[in-house]
């Protein structure tokens, strides 16, 4: 079946810094969207991706679309304590038309 | 945000109860989903309703029952249910079906004695 794998599953990091977690998919995806979850909270969408290499930036994080638009990565510079929580990316369901979402990487900031 | 809002926050439950969760949106989307979020699992798709018909059912087991009566509000029927169905139930929304960003209400923590 589909599967869309995110590493790591865990991070702790040191405030400051950098962070990279991996979406890998086993399909080719049309197009990717990255969702933060705060604890406690609800996934809140980041962004969409769409071509492939894309590249895109929101202050601290950066997206990026791999070139087979099998993979993906979120990388963040210099973490800091609200950055804490799981990132999720997802990707077209195959047979379907909704979202199918990755296993997640939670994200430690340690002050 | 306060698009989705999902009621009750926290529900307690025996296996032998029946309760409803419920789902209303502000933001005029057209699609609303229902979703399972367990510990160490990635969120599972349950339930996919678009412009208030069902077009995805998950092999979701049948002590869960949705409902859409309108575009705006999405219910979720629980009874008989087991251990394992303890989760946080988040509803969502988008504009269309499909690869759209989905908007997520704050879910509902459900736990079964």
């Known amino acids: 079946g589909q599967q869309v794998m995110q590493i790591p599953q865990y991070q702790h990091v040191q405030e400051g810094e950098d962070f990279t977690t991996y979406c890998n998919s086993s399909t080719t995806l049309s197009n990717i969207q990255w969702y933060k979850q705060r604890p406690g909270g609800h996934p809140v969408f980041l962004i969409q991706?769409?071509?492939?290499?894309e590249v895109k930036k929101q202050k601290r994080l950066t997206f990026q679309f791999g070139e087979a638009k099998k993979n993906s990565s979120l990388h963040i510079t210099a973490t800091q304590t609200t950055d804490v929580g799981t990132y999720f990316c997802a990707g077209p369901r195959t047979g379907a038309n909704n979202l199918f979402f990755g296993t997640g990487t939670r994200l430690t900031v340690i002050p | 945000e306060t698009g989705v809002t999902q009621t009750p926050r926290h529900l307690v439950m025996g296996m032998t109860n029946k309760k409803s969760l419920k789902c209303e949106q502000h933001?005029?989307?057209?699609?609303m989903y229902w979703y399972k979020q367990s510990a160490k699992k990635p969120l599972e798709l349950m339930f996919v309703y678009s412009l208030e018909e069902r077009v995805e059912n998950n092999s979701v087991p049948s002590r869960f029952s949705p409902e859409c009566p309108n575009s705006s509000h999405l219910f979720l029927h629980l009874h008989t249910l087991q251990p394992e169905d303890s989760a946080l139930y988040l509803c969502?929304?988008?504009?269309?079906?499909?690869?759209?960003?989905?908007?997520f209400g704050d879910g509902t923590r459900l736990s079964i004695l």
């Open positions: 991706l769409v071509k492939s290499g």
């Open positions: 969502a929304s988008s504009q269309d079906e499909g690869y759209q960003p989905q908007h």
């Open positions: 933001l005029g989307h057209n699609a």
